[in-house]
């Protein structure tokens, strides 16, 4: 008898259309400019990245079959999706089974994915997800107002769909899912602490294994959903901007769910065993924060990690406890007596997403408030100079700069009892800075902060031979605002004034002021 049940299953698995090999597609998009009236993001850039080494090597997608995209324009996006959908098209031909996952983190405002200066209609990207001829076409977008792509029909906003289970291995799912991280109204919201979006933090934790509800080391997207609606809104429920709430529509014929990622080929793993509680965050290399487990007691967690060196760091009370491992020979579990206990203050967790450098050119003028010495020993001057700035390096919203700036003019020396004496001056003069960003509005900063600058002057005397060049050195302290508007993806214009201390002691003590007002235009370099 058990000889024929097995000459039956085997009967019945040859008869089964291609249980054929799967091929999976990705296309993973990032862009933190979003053109004339949004504001840089700090994450969304990193996201993708996150996003794209998970889906390469737990999603089933091949290097060659998936597509990064940061900073790149609507019609790259256009290209590289074609391109993936001809694939598709081409593995169906061969009796593949097919999937296309498209991700994007970025801007999205009135109905349209913003890059850079460049819009793509969520509606577009809907149809072209619908049409694309993969069986199973899944989107995952991370942006404010991204719920506008899923208004047709079937929105919901809930923390989990229902998957019809599957009854036999022929009755595949077919059809499209689209999950946004916010609904039609609703802004998605990055952190600092963590140093990531909130929906792309949670859905990434979830896909390395912390969404393993069943613990069959396999994440679905039902899993996955769940698991990513559930830590978003109860982690934005406190924030200013309020609980954001995943919204998604499901599409999906046939039965059985999606598999997003499987766990066991992983090479390096963290094992969080049952008698673990509470929640860890686990950071990589440079101390940025790549997973998150919520942990109860009774269960046990296993984490898909690449290959490398760890930092794990749970929060009891008023202390951390923090431990380093090494994944590199197989499974590490992880256990509250292998961690040590530290204060707060040694959070070894890095939140910002990295500096970002700035370049500004400015052309403007120089003037001593003291009207004797403005007509004396420093005339009014014309400035043109440059600024290397580097925004959130010091934390988020500080910057700082160098700057160098040159000019001179021609002036008359008026002296008591002496002929008129014509001039020609030269200046340099340059400085450290440290300033606050304040945003007003989307488009506009006002900056307020300190400089230090050095101040080098020289003269010469024109038809006056006998009188030697003159020149003076000295080290000013002072105050900078400026009142920026950001008028282009990289682009702002910029005024800017300085107001600066100078005592001057060469034949006679003096405390002197002098103000510096410019106005420039700065662009955001791409590192």
């Known amino acids: 008898m058990s000889g024929a049940r097995a000459l039956c299953a085997a009967v019945l698995l040859a008869a089964l259309p291609a249980l054929a090999e799967e091929r999976r597609f990705a296309l993973v998009v990032g862009d933190a400019q979003g053109g004339v009236g949004t504001r840089p993001l700090h994450y969304a850039e990193r996201d993708a990245r996150r996003m794209h080494a998970i889906l390469t090597r737990l999603g089933g997608v091949r290097p060659e079959d998936a597509r990064l995209l940061t900073g790149a324009s609507a019609d790259e996006v256009r290209r590289a999706l074609a391109d993936l959908a001809a694939r598709a098209d081409q593995a169906k031909a061969r009796g593949e ?28 990207l809907r149809e072209a997800l619908r049409s694309a001829p993969a069986d199973v076409r899944i989107g995952l977008l991370d942006s404010c107002q991204s719920g506008a792509i899923t208004r047709p029909k079937g929105v919901r906003t809930a923390p989990a769909f229902d998957v019809q289970q599957a009854q036999a291995a022929s009755t595949r799912p077919r059809g499209l899912v689209l999950i946004a991280s916010s609904s039609a109204d609703e802004e998605s919201q990055e952190s600092d602490e963590i140093g990531a979006s909130f929906f792309t933090h949670y859905l990434a934790s979830g896909l390395l294994g912390d969404a393993d509800a069943s613990g069959d080391g396999k994440v679905t997207l039902a899993e996955a959903y769940a698991y990513a609606y559930a830590r978003t809104v109860g982690e934005t429920a406190e924030t200013r901007a ?43 290399g440079s101390r940025r924060a790549v997973a998150e487990v919520a942990k109860a007691r009774g269960d046990q967690r296993r984490l898909a990690l690449a290959p490398g060196d760890y930092v794990v760091k749970k929060r009891e009370g008023d202390s951390l406890l923090v431990g380093s491992f090494n994944l590199s020979d197989g499974p590490v579990e992880i256990a509250d007596a292998r961690l040590s206990r530290r204060p707060l203050s040694e959070d070894p967790q890095k939140g910002a997403s990295g500096p970002r450098w700035s370049l500004l050119g400015t052309g403007g ?32 919203d500080l ?8 000019g ?12 008129p004496i014509p001039e020609r001056f030269f200046e340099t003069t340059g ?20 400089r230090v600058a050095f101040l080098y002057l020289s003269r010469t005397f024109q038809n006056h031979s006998e009188l030697p060049d003159q020149s003076f050195f000295t080290v000013t302290p002072g105050l900078t605002t400026a009142l920026s508007w950001r008028f282009a993806s990289r682009w702002s214009a910029v005024a800017r004034g300085r ?29």
């Open 97 to 124: 089974e097919t999937v296309l996952v498209v991700y994007y983190s970025g801007h999205a405002k009135e109905g349209e994915l913003r890059l850079g200066d460049t819009r793509m209609p969520l509606v577009e």
């Open 242 to 284: 309020g609980a954001q709430h995943p919204v998604y529509l499901y599409d999906l014929g046939g039965a059985g769910d999606v598999v997003l990622t499987e766990l066991a080929p992983a090479r390096g793993a963290m094992v969080f065993p049952a008698a673990a509680e509470g929640v860890y965050v686990v950071l990589d």
């Open 365 to 396: 003028g120089q003037f001593f408030f003291d009207s004797a010495a403005r007509n004396g020993l420093f005339p009014p001057a014309a400035l043109v100079g440059a600024e290397l700035g580097v925004r959130d390096d010091l934390g988020h």
């Open 399 to 406: 910057a700082w700069a160098l700057d160098l700036s040159v």
């Open 408 to 419: 001179g003019g021609a002036a008359t020396l008026r002296l008591p009892g002496v002929t």
């Open 431 to 450: 400085g450290a800075s440290l300033w606050r960003d304040f945003a007003v509005g989307e488009s506009w900063t006002v900056s307020v902060g300190v």
């Open 499 to 527: 107001v600066n201390y100078l005592f001057y002691n060469v034949d006679k003590a003096l405390n002197l002021g002098y103000a510096e007002l410019a106005l420039g235009m700065d662009y955001a370099l791409g590192f």
